[in-house]
Every structure is written in C-alpha cells, then in structure tokens.
C-alpha cells in the first residue's frame, strides 16, 4: 500500500507568519511520530500519537508548535509566528501496532522562513 | 543530549570498498536500528538488532552490537555509488506510554564511482 506521505514537499514563508504541515501515515498505523531535522543534524524528536491516547508533546520546542491527529489518522504540524530558526525539514513517520520499533518516514516537509 | 553518536561524521569511499559505521549509545536499549536518508529527505530502516544479538546480516549490510561497550558497527560491503547517503542509529527510548527514536547525528557516506 501507500507510504507515508507529507504536503506541502516545500514551504517558504515569512517570519511571522503561521504554517500548517500535513502527514497522512500509512492506513492502519496506530502510531505517529513528527521529527525536525536541521541542516547537517540528526532528527529531534517532537510529538508522538498513539491511538486514542494522549499525545507525549514533551519534544515540542516551544509554545508556537502544536499537532492535532483528527480520527486517529491525519496529523498537522502547526508552527505560528514562524522564526528563521523554524527553518528545517519536518519529518513524520508512523509504526504500526505490532511493530512499534520500526518508523515508516514521509519524504518531509522543508520549511524555510525568511 | 544525543542518544547516539556515530563517527566518522563524514566517509569518503571509492566503490567496492567497504564502509565502516560506527554508533555509541548511553542508556540500555532493548534494540537499535540503523537508518538510511537520502538527500535530506525521509529515513528509510534498514535493520534493526535486538540486545540479545551481537550480530546481524541483510545482503551487504553487516551490523554488530556490543551491549558491554553500548556501541554497534554498521558494515556495508562491496559499496556502491547508489549508497551515499547519511546513515543513522537509532534507539528507543520507552517511557510513560512513547517509545520514542532517538537518533544520532548521522554518518555522511560519499561512495565515489
């Protein structure tokens, strides 16, 4: 079937304004994962979804970031008043229940404020 | 703090050698995974060893796990060109109801035709 899949691929905004990622995860993944990843660097972890729990936000950088998960499935990064330093490749990934140690990632969102 | 530390950050080969990742990790793990990333893009697994292993094969991929030093080597034989990549370790970290990845910064690997 279909992998995951992130929109918009690219996103340039100004600082300021307010920016919505999407993540579709593979059908029937329980588990959704969103990363950053800045240029050279390894991925920092952000959000975690699990089903109908509630969500381990303890990676989430600051109060500007929040992520909704609608019917367990779609998820939306939303970063407001964007800063330059905002500016990374925004990755999701999702696991499905009986392989929680394996993430499928999406091809990632890049995000450039300037 | 990173989890995971692979060195060399960057590795230059000509095809057909072999290349040698190696990753470090600080608390116990129940398994680690090594990762694929192409152009910045998104992660691709490749294997995963679980603590009871020491070592582990997927075609030219080799992995070994030493619990006792908390490092894993991640060998790719016969290199190609269509491996450069970045390669990254990755642990899970369990705690409350997340079992959260926790990567290193990664391997730059440049395999040269």
Known sequence: GAGVSQSPSNKVTEKGKDVELRCDPISGHTALYWYRQSLGQGLEFLIYFQGNSAPDKSGLPSDRFSAERTGGSVSTLTIQRTQQEDSAVYLCASSSPTGVDTQYFGPGTRLTVL | ?113
């Open chain 2, 1 to 113: 703090s990173q989890q995971g530390e692979e060195d060399p950050q960057a590795l230059s080969i000509q095809e057909g050698e072999n290349a040698t990742m190696n990753c470090s990790y600080k608390t116990s793990i129940n398994n680690l995974q090594w990762y694929r990333q192409n152009s910045g893009r998104g992660l691709v697994h490749l294997i995963l060893i679980r603590s009871n292993e020491r070592e582990k094969h997927s075609g030219r991929l080799r992995v070994t796990l030493d619990t006792s030093k908390k490092s894993s080597s991640l060998l790719i034989t016969a290199s190609r060109a269509a491996d450069t990549a970045s390669y990254f370790c990755a642990t899970v970290r369990r705690g409350g109801n997340t079992d959260k990845l926790i990567f290193g910064t990664g391997t730059r690997l440049q395999v040269f035709p």
